[in-house]
């Protein structure tokens, strides 16, 4: 019996394995390789380099800058999705009245639910284009617009959104804008997700705080927010994840795509221009595979620092 | 409720199911960028020889043959190049021509040219193929006996036919590489009937352009616009005022990254007036795209606009009745040593690569595109001009005219810039420079400051391969 079990499982994984192999593993390897030849993308020849490529990236001013972009994104994007996520699913799951029917949500949770997880079904391009939209910099963007009209800006001087380099708290407007973008279309995914690890914990640990006198803030802190911590690691590592890439909200939103004048590059926008404009794809390769590394490693650190005695209920 | 420790054995389906994702994730970003370099192995292109060479067939094309030809489909559209298909089809009835159109030259056409590349393709547009790395990594085809072969519809030979720079602009390193089929002429539009309806007289020195604005401003309107997205659509504009103020010569040495070519007395004033632009606030505020920006001035939101001769046929949907399209030089200044010079140049360039199966069809081709016929049609569908002599001759249009008209007044030189073509970086600085300079963010001096450090880091840099400018 035991080895017509093995037959069968090998039977169903060996097509997806070795699609995988082909498709994402060898491709993978395959850049690895090119990391360390001067390829330029449109020819058949190339020289090995060995590792000058990865020397040269230590001495890249722009891939310096682009890199503390996504650590930017990679401290903000996760923070801020995870915050919001967390405080609308606490409203609609046990932050609504406490009455006799126990704990619930706030009036027309089921509603709201649904609002906040649509940006979710949108692909990300499709959501860049709409925030064009709303960021348009004249009185036909939506923001711009409305507030032009009750006079809270100067049509000659309209908000620049992600064309403005100006620092704020140090990091250029544009990154701050792009921010937004992300966590508004990350939060209502993350809400879902909460809810659902909300809902697994028994109602009967809230009432018996709530008839130890605890208000909303200390079962948040004391109850809610301890039994979500394995939820929230995994999804800070998701995040951590989307925070490095940003390509297609860098790419779709801003001037000469990473400005202005490189105030939004990204490790993404460098290595594409890199590879397509410059015509150096070793470089780029290495870009790339200095980037997987970079993930891989941070994605082991934060799972090592998280992992902790786990409650079961 | 018990508190268990976590151990490999107890490994819940949940965190399974976590750890799955978590992998599958990780791949994600890493993925879609490692994939992007990665190639196929290269295949070897057979050249079994072709048909017997004739007048009507100079690079014996093989009857029953197929060739691909690959058009970008931007602001000229591709209908003019279908025509062309029959044309080519009227002399080849047994050569089958596959064309596609796409806005995604370099997305769709770049992984292909190591090893199965299309036969013949148009490589313009936002998303084009870096023409110096194409010629320096050998991937297309030098085109000189095109050059030298017959016309297809005329007297003499193909060269005899083009328009005066066009064979200079697709030559590098002495070959010839790149066949530009458009031919585009750039400047400032106005509304003709506006400006007669106003009683004003459009400008050809900044110091008119100065004394109009306040008139422009009191009726509501801004009296400058261009695309603030694309560094390249600013850049046109300083360019042409540095040219002009400072002759060919400051502009050849900028191009071939001569010492302190920007330090040349003159440069740093001739963008002055730019600067001055900003200053005084003639600018439509907003920091709008290309095609927003023009929507903004056939809106007459602005008065003048900085753009091509594509401007009509990529607007057609939208041009309100009775708006008379107008081209006008880009201003000069007293004392300006090449006032005259006109920015205009050929454009939209067809390359051949190195590895296509069929390159005597893609000549062929191209030989079709550059006919009488084919020429016409061009300019008849895009209201732009072909890069042969006399293509527009039979348009009616006030745009195609008042550019026509442009053209005759100029001098022989054409204004026309080499580098972003020569070096990817410097053309990024330049167009990223050229945005912050009308942001007013950067000052003509700064400006002038900020190229000079680039060009200098381009000149140093040992791993770019360095071209010439000689006229």
Same mark, same amino acid.
Do not use: E, I, R, W
């Given at each position: 019996m035991r080895h017509g079990v093995a037959r069968f499982v090998t039977g169903f994984l060996a097509l997806p394995v070795a699609l995988y192999l082909f498709y994402v593993v060898w491709p993978f390897a395959q850049a690895a390789g090119y990391s360390l030849t001067d390829w330029?993308?449109?020819?058949?020849s190339q020289h090995f380099v060995g590792l000058d490529n990865y020397v040269r990236l230590l001495s890249d001013e722009l891939i310096r800058k682009a890199f503390w972009h996504n650590v930017f994104f990679l401290v903000t994007v996760p923070l801020f999705t995870i915050a919001l996520a967390l405080f609308l699913a606490f409203l609609l799951n046990v932050g609504g009245r406490e009455d006799r029917a126990g704990i619930r949500g706030v009036f027309g949770s089921g509603l709201y639910k649904v609002i906040f997880f649509f940006p979710q079904v949108l692909s990300l391009v499709v959501v860049a284009v709409m925030w064009q939209q709303i960021y348009r910099s004249d009185n036909q963007g939506l923001i711009n617009g409305l507030l032009m009209k009750v006079g809270l800006v100067d049509p000659e001087n309209p908000i620049a959104f992600t064309a403005d380099p100006e620092p704020f708290l140090g990091v250029p407007a544009v990154l701050w804008w792009l921010l937004l973008i992300a966590v508004w279309s990350g939060a209502g995914f993350y809400m879902v997700l909460f809810s659902a690890a909300m809902q697994s914990i028994p109602k009967d640990i809230y009432e018996a705080a709530i008839l130890d006198g605890a208000g909303r803030f200390h079962t948040f802190f004391k109850v809610t927010l301890p039994l979500l911590r394995e939820t929230i690691s995994v999804a800070w590592v998701y995040l951590g994840f989307i925070a490095l890439d940003m390509y297609a909200l860098v790419f779709v939103m801003t001037p000469s795509q990473g400005g202005p004048n490189h105030a939004s590059e990204i490790f993404a926008s460098v290595l594409n221009f890199t590879a397509f404009?410059?015509?150096q794809f070793g470089y780029a390769c290495a870009m790339g595979v200095a980037l997987a590394i970079f993930t891989i490693l941070l994605a082991a650190l934060q799972l090592r620092i998280t992992r902790r005695d786990r409650i079961e209920f | 409720m018990s508190v268990t420790p976590e151990k490999p054995g107890d490994l819940s389906r949940r965190i399974l199911l976590q750890r799955a994702a978590a992998a599958g994730l990780l791949a994600v970003p890493a993925a879609g960028l490692l994939s992007a370099c990665a190639g196929s192995e290269p295949s070897k292109s057979d050249n079994n020889g072709g048909a017997a060479k004739s007048k009507d067939n100079p690079f014996g094309v093989k009857d029953g043959s197929a060739v691909k030809v690959v058009i970008f489909n931007g602001g000229l559209g591709d209908q003019w190049a279908k025509e062309d298909k029959t044309v080519f089809n009227a002399k080849h009835p047994n050569i089958t021509v596959n064309m596609s159109s796409t806005q995604k030259i370099k997305t769709e056409e770049q992984p292909k040219m190591a090893t199965q590349p299309s036969?013949?393709? $148009?490589?313009? /547009?936002? !998303?084009? $193929?870096?023409r110096s790395t194409l010629i320096n990594e050998g991937a297309i085809e030098p085109l000189d006996d095109l050059l030298t072969a017959p016309a297809w519809d005329g007297e003499g030979t193909v060269a005899d036919t083009l328009l005066p720079g066009t064979v200079g602009d697709g030559t590098q390193n002495g070959k010839f590489y790149v066949v530009n089929v458009a031919y585009t002429v750039w400047g400032n539009w106005y509304n003709a009937a506006l400006f007669k309806k106003e009683g004003w007289q459009a400008p050809t020195t900044w110091d008119e352009f100065f004394a109009l604005a306040p008139k422009i401003k009191a009726k509501g309107m801004a009296p400058y616009v261009h695309d603030a997205v694309h560094g390249y659509y600013p850049r046109w504009g300083l360019f042409a005022s540095i040219w002009k103020a400072v002759g060919k010569q400051a502009v050849i040495d900028i191009d071939n990254l001569k010492d302190g070519a920007w330090k040349v007395d003159g440069i740093v004033a001739a963008l002055e007036p730019w600067e001055k632009m900003v200053k005084d606030k003639l600018l439509l505020p907003g920091n709008l795209n290309h095609t927003q920006s023009q929507q903004a001035w056939l809106d007459g939101k602005a008065a003048f606009i900085q753009v091509g001769t594509w401007l009509k046929n990529e607007m057609a949907a939208t041009i309100p009745p009775g708006f008379e399209l107008t081209l006008s030089d880009y201003w000069s200044n007293a004392g300006d040593k090449a006032a005259k010079d006109v920015f205009a140049g050929s454009g939209e360039g067809f390359v051949v690569p %190195?590895?296509?199966?069929n390159k005597e069809a893609a000549k062929e081709f191209l030989r079709a595109i550059l006919s009488k016929a084919g020429s016409a049609k061009f300019a008849e569908l895009t209201k732009s001009l072909a %890069?042969?002599?006399?293509? /527009? !001759?039979?348009v009616q249009d006030s745009a195609l005219a008042s550019a026509n008209a442009l053209m005759k007044n100029a001098s022989a030189d054409l204004i026309s810039v080499k580098f972003p073509d020569f070096y990817a970086d410097l053309d990024k600085e330049s167009q990223n420079l050229s945005e912050e300079l009308m942001a007013g963010r950067l000052t003509a001096q700064q400006f002038v400051d900020k190229m000079q450090a680039a060009a200098d880091k381009v000149a140093k840099d040992s791993s770019i391969k360095k071209q010439t400018r000689t006229a």
């Open positions: 330029g993308g449109y020819s058949d404009q410059k015509g | 036969d013949l393709v $148009m490589n313009s /547009g936002a !998303d084009s $193929m870096d %190195s590895k296509a199966p %890069s042969t002599k006399g293509s /527009g !001759d039979n």
